[in-house]
């Protein structure tokens, strides 16, 4: 059987859309079926909202791609019915080795506390996440839930008015027209929405080509993150290895600036490089090569009218720190309830505006991340390197300088702090890591876990104290829900969400972040923060 | 807040002096850049605190320019 990138997974077929004397309206129309298009597409037609998925291509992607997918994106996954799937399927790891010149300077592990359910990341081929996300789509569609793909359909134009977007759609078959209440776009990095717009995309491009390769082999190497600065295999430059599932290793060998890309790309010249890094007596085949270079910028803003950017299409960063798909899956998450509830007419359609507010705020937060890690790897000066040097000589002997050591800060979801959509934090001594704003940290509860009870809608959670039922009439969605502390098996709960208080209420927003908390039940409180969290209308 | 100390402070500064540029004896002026460097490293790490790093940099950046 071929590989299931070789599939056409969505083949073209033609739409009676195609066919209407009229442009057909939509709801919202996806561009993009890579992972963030999918995550968005899956996330609103869970939500009942009408989706037409949109691809110029039929099939899931060529090469690992985006391989390290996070904790935060497994727990989104879950959210979304297809978590367990990519868990089986990938590589876990938690520990790390970091190499210089020919010595082992310093190792970590991620993994630095219990009472989780998913690990600190798992390692899959991109294709395989597009895969599974698709597979679930698919269930939906056979369940009746409102979504449809069309592959092959390429977006050539868009223009949008206050009252919606149109777009015209190549297909084998010839062009047609579709009116989209709301565009998502998720079109990928060089994406052609934005160009269409004329749009802005500033940022720093890094000066620098990466060699990837995707190999099979049969090696003993452990489940570990190894990062070499100045290996004797690759002078000067910086390789990573990292293993895949099907026995594929992933590895990056930085090459520098001034190469020739094509030669460098041929199977003669990558076979040596790749021998000098793996002995030569290493015996594997090559299954993708690549040459990439990178720019760490963003778009000014993420919400244009009715126009959403998400992932790479609203923002790029290096790849030290997998911090690409895993934020474009959070854009996701952070997109599709504040739409649902804007077409349920449930919040005012200025709502759109915190998803670009918050989503900035993460792309910045991710960009100044990469670029460090980028600035450590790659120094740009003599003394950037000297000093660069100097803490690696440092970190072998010293604990003090493993912490300025930096092949890439993995990507950790951001805390909307400061969010106008945050209300209050009234719980006394509150633990840092669950305040307003924060994404809900899982724990262990009775034979399950925390983040697989709260569901999609607004959730009022009572800790160690029963809440009465919110008040009807309400155009929104809570669901209440308690929890006693004898189901808190490890006394994480405890930990991560009363510190010193005996109880505690919080209201968490359908993407599992905090909204306030409070030491008891206060209906005008909640009535309050519930407000603010819908963009100030309910 | 502590402010960055510029007041002597050095319990015996020749001392020091004479010990700061014999630790540089022999070495290459890349070897005692890289030494500068691992040096910079470890006092910094010692002070610790933020803003009496953060006003030792302007300091340094802005005499003897």
Known sequence: MADIFEQALYPYRRSADQDAAAPVRHPVIVVGAGPVGLAAALDLTLKDVPVLLLDDNDRVSTGSRAICFAKRTLEIMDRLGCGQPLVDKGVTWNKGKVFFDERKVYEFDLLAEAGHRRPAFINLQQYYFEAVLLERLREL????????????????????????????????????????????????????????????????????NFLIADVKMDADFPTERWFWFDPP?????????????????????????????????????????????????????????SIYTFQCRRMERFAHGRVLFAGDSAHQVSPFGARGANSGIQDADNLAWKLKLVLDGAAPESLMESYNRERVQAADENILNSTRSTDFITPKSDISRIFRDAVLNLAEDHPFARPLVNSGRLSLPTAYVGSDLSGEDALPGGPERTRPGAPAVDAPVGGGWLLERLGTDFILLGLNTSLPDMPGGDTLPVTVLTIEIEDDRLGALRERYLGRNEQAVYLIRPDQHIAARWPAHDRKAISAALAAATGGMS | MTDLNTAPNLTDADGFYEALIAAHKDLTPEQSTALNARLILLLANHVGDRDILLAALKNARETGR
């Not at chain 1, 078959?173 to 009116?179: F, Q, R």
């Open chain 1, 141 to 208: 569609e056979a369940e009746g839930r409102p979504v449809e793909i069309r592959g092959r359909n390429k977006v050539t134009g868009v223009t949008r008015d206050d009252s919606g977007v149109q777009l015209t759609v190549e297909t084998p078959d010839g062009p047609y027209s579709l009116d989209a209440d709301w565009l998502i776009a998720c079109d990928g990095a060089k994406s052609p929405i934005r160009s269409f717009m004329g749009l802005d995309f500033h940022g720093r491009v890094f000066e620098d």
């Open chain 1, 233 to 289: 295999f690759n002078r000067g430059q910086s390789a990573l290895l990292h293993k895949q599932p099907d026995g594929v290793w992933r590895i990056d060998l930085q090459l520098g600036w001034d190469i020739d890309r094509e030669m460098e790309m041929r199977e003669e010249n990558v076979i040596p490089r790749l021998k000098a890094m793996l002995g030569e007596e290493a015996e594997f085949s090559l299954e993708w090569i």
